[in-house]
């Protein structure tokens, strides 16, 4: 392969996926930088504008702009970092989440549209092609945090969640499949009927596969918001995966006016219980049950979300 070879898939690549007339291909009046700040700022639940600049290597004067336009436009607050006075803590307003919403969807809508052209039986050579220059060019690297991101979920993840929960669990701890049977009918419940600005799933995508979840749903109780199946495929753990989606409930949470967030676990699922600490969850009674095949201590966790900040 030579130098050539490259530049010209490149060129090519870039006017299938419309990259140089990314507004008008889109229907939006962002550029392909702009939308893609816009995409990072909606999958980071916490972004600094320095971490903004190093993930997507762009320049400071530059990046700047944008944010300024984007302030401007009222999609995005700027406020110091409670971490580094110095650094500052970018986040969407509703109307930047509506926006980065809105250009997830056109988004899925032009890929859709790109892969109707590519016949059935030839989708899997693609999606391989793929993954393989992203490996090669990658050069064996081993996942690094920044790798991660948190995602809405698309066509088939939430049968990816119910079906990872049930394996997992089968494998980890000998659960039957009455909980495949619980895991299912919490999706189903969400996926028939929830409320988008009060209820939300999270996806962890790590070199463009699926290796986490978490959703965040209203609670029976008042005021009270409910974190439920949180899973870390076993090969991404060690990432702080857990503890950015645990991190991303709690702020969507606390944003949206919930007073408190609860979830129930068992004792047995110890580096879950230890990431729930660490957010400030606080036990509040234990239960010894047996279910899904199996003896376990059930328990209540609660986490006042007005008591302080993450």
Request: net charge negative; glycine share 8%; aromatic share 8%.
């Amino acid at each position: 392969m030579t130098i050539q070879d490259i530049r010209s898939f490149n060129r090519f690549y870039t006017n299938v996926i419309g990259a140089l007339d990314y507004s008008r291909q889109l229907y939006a009046p962002y550029t392909l930088t702009e939308a893609r700040v816009l995409y990072e700022l909606a999958h980071a639940p916490r972004t600094d504008a320095a971490d903004l600049r190093t993930e997507l290597s762009l320049d400071a004067g530059y990046l700047s702009r944008i944010l300024a336009k984007f302030e401007q436009d009222g999609l995005i607050e700027r406020a110091p970092s409670e971490k580094d006075t110095r650094r500052r803590h970018v986040t969407l307003t509703a109307r930047g989440r509506e926006a980065a919403d809105l250009l997830d969807e056109r988004s899925q809508e032009a890929v859709g549209s790109l892969l109707a052209t590519v016949p059935a039986d030839e989708r899997p050579r693609l999606v391989e092609a793929m993954r393989t220059i992203r490996d090669v060019l990658s050069a064996g690297r081993a996942p690094r945090r920044e790798d991660i991101v948190l995602r809405d979920p698309g066509p088939g993840d939430l049968g990816w969640i119910v079906q990872r929960n049930a394996a997992l669990y089968a494998a980890e701890h000998g659960f039957n499949t009455d909980y495949e049977g619980l895991v299912a009918r919490i999706v189903a419940d969400f996926a028939e009927d929830h409320d988008p600005h009060l209820e939300r799933v999270w996806i962890a995508e790590l070199d463009g596969r699926a290796v986490g979840c978490v959703m965040c749903v209203r609670d029976e109780a008042p005021g009270a918001a409910r974190l439920r199946l949180l899973l870390v495929e076993p090969d991404a753990r060690g990432l702080g995966i857990g503890d950015q989606l645990v991190r991303a409930c709690i702020e969507f949470a606390r944003g949206v006016g919930y007073r408190e967030m609860v979830l129930w676990t068992n004792d047995v699922l110890t580096s879950a219980r230890r990431i729930y600490q660490r957010h400030g969850f606080v036990l509040l009674a234990e239960k010894p049950h047996r279910s899904f095949g199996v003896d376990l201590v059930g328990q209540d966790w609660r986490l006042d979300l007005h008591s302080g900040q993450d």
